[in-house]
């Protein structure tokens, strides 16, 4: 199975996001996104999973997204959801309940209407809360959590759906170090082993390097760049992304990136 983007032009409002992407997202891959904020990385999400909001602009002569050669926008959304998944960048518990209850809306696409979640299900959502570092969680109140705990809790979720294909807004917000180099682990290890896809926004450029095999980096004019991480994320295109001068450092095991003084 394979995601592909072909000659997609996206703009929101005024703003051009992409021109004429061409793109193929496989499994076993983990992809990042880079970008300046208000680049357009979410929304880029957003439209990939089938989900562009209603200000933004797709250039339908030629643009076509598809999963396993089917178009994205002739499955049902329920269908989808078993291939598909999104983390958003932020998401608001509105309605009580515990976190064990809140993991296990990733198996709504695998429910029928009417029906309740299964043994099998509370399985699925206690092992991915425990992948998380929520073991001890099951049974605490959502609006008791810090940002930290809901942000794992946000990504146990999407590991209960378990899709073929994770887009994930931003997943370390909210977490420390350690925390982030744990999950972001976690995450790549599950891509390669059961060959399932990450499509990743980040800003780190360093844990990006470190994690992702695969980047795409979006310009403020619409120009966008793709390919192997070690091919594309060096000092020079990370200045050219943010206008900024950028060292690069390199040791026999290590690659950093840090910021120059103007």
């Given at each position: 199975?394979?995601?592909?983007?072909n000659?997609l032009?996206?703009s929101?409002a005024?703003?051009?996001?992409c021109?004429e992407?061409n793109i193929q997202?496989?499994?076993g891959?983990?992809?990042g996104i880079?970008g300046?904020?208000?680049v357009?990385?979410?929304?880029?999400?957003?439209?990939i999973?089938?989900?562009p909001?209603?200000?933004?602009?797709?250039?339908?002569?030629?643009a076509?997204?598809?999963?396993?050669?089917?178009?994205?926008?002739?499955?049902?959304?329920i269908?989808?959801?078993?291939?598909?998944?999104?983390?958003l960048?932020?998401?608001?518990?509105?309605f009580?309940?515990?976190?064990?209850?809140?993991?296990?809306?990733?198996?709504h696409?695998?429910?029928?209407?009417?029906?309740w979640?299964?043994?099998?299900?509370?399985t699925?959502?206690?092992?991915?809360l425990?992948?998380?570092g929520?073991?001890n969680f099951?049974?605490?109140?959502?609006n008791?959590?810090?940002?930290?705990?809901?942000?794992?809790?946000?990504?146990?979720?999407?590991?209960?759906?378990?899709?073929?294909?994770y887009?994930?807004?931003?997943?370390?917000?909210?977490l420390?170090?350690?925390a982030?180099l744990?999950i972001?682990s976690?995450?790549?290890?599950?891509?390669?082993q059961?060959?399932?896809?990450?499509?990743?926004v980040?800003?780190d450029?360093n844990l990006?390097?470190?994690?992702c095999?695969?980047?795409?980096l979006?310009?403020?004019?619409?120009?966008?760049?793709?390919?192997?991480?070690?091919?594309?994320?060096?000092k020079?295109?990370l200045?050219?992304?943010?206008?900024?001068?950028?060292?690069q450092?390199?040791d026999?095991?290590?690659?950093?990136?840090?910021?120059?003084?103007s």
């Amino acid at each position: 199975m394979s995601l592909k983007i072909n000659n997609l032009s996206l703009s929101i409002a005024d703003k051009v996001i992409c021109k004429e992407l061409n793109i193929q997202f496989n499994q076993g891959e983990f992809w990042g996104i880079m970008g300046v904020n208000g680049v357009g990385k979410t929304t880029l999400l957003q439209t990939i999973i089938g989900l562009p909001n209603n200000s933004t602009h797709i250039d339908t002569n030629m643009a076509l997204i598809t999963l396993n050669d089917k178009n994205i926008f002739g499955f049902k959304r329920i269908d989808l959801a078993k291939k598909m998944g999104l983390m958003l960048q932020e998401y608001e518990y509105n309605f009580p309940s515990t976190v064990l209850e809140a993991a296990l809306i990733g198996r709504h696409p695998f429910i029928n209407h009417w029906q309740w979640e299964n043994e099998d299900d509370k399985t699925l959502a206690s092992l991915a809360l425990n992948e998380v570092g929520l073991k001890n969680f099951y049974q605490r109140e959502v609006n008791t959590l810090s940002g930290g705990e809901k942000r794992r809790l946000n990504l146990a979720t999407l590991l209960t759906q378990n899709p073929d294909y994770y887009l994930l807004d931003e997943p370390v917000n909210h977490l420390d170090i350690k925390a982030q180099l744990e999950i972001l682990s976690l995450l790549k290890n599950k891509f390669s082993q059961n060959k399932q896809g990450g499509i990743m926004v980040i800003h780190d450029p360093n844990l990006a390097y470190r994690y992702c095999d695969h980047m795409l980096l979006l310009f403020d004019n619409g120009q966008w760049l793709s390919g192997k991480t070690t091919d594309i994320l060096n000092k020079d295109n990370l200045g050219r992304l943010y206008n900024c001068p950028i060292h690069q450092l390199n040791d026999e095991q290590h690659t950093f990136f840090v910021p120059q003084h103007s």
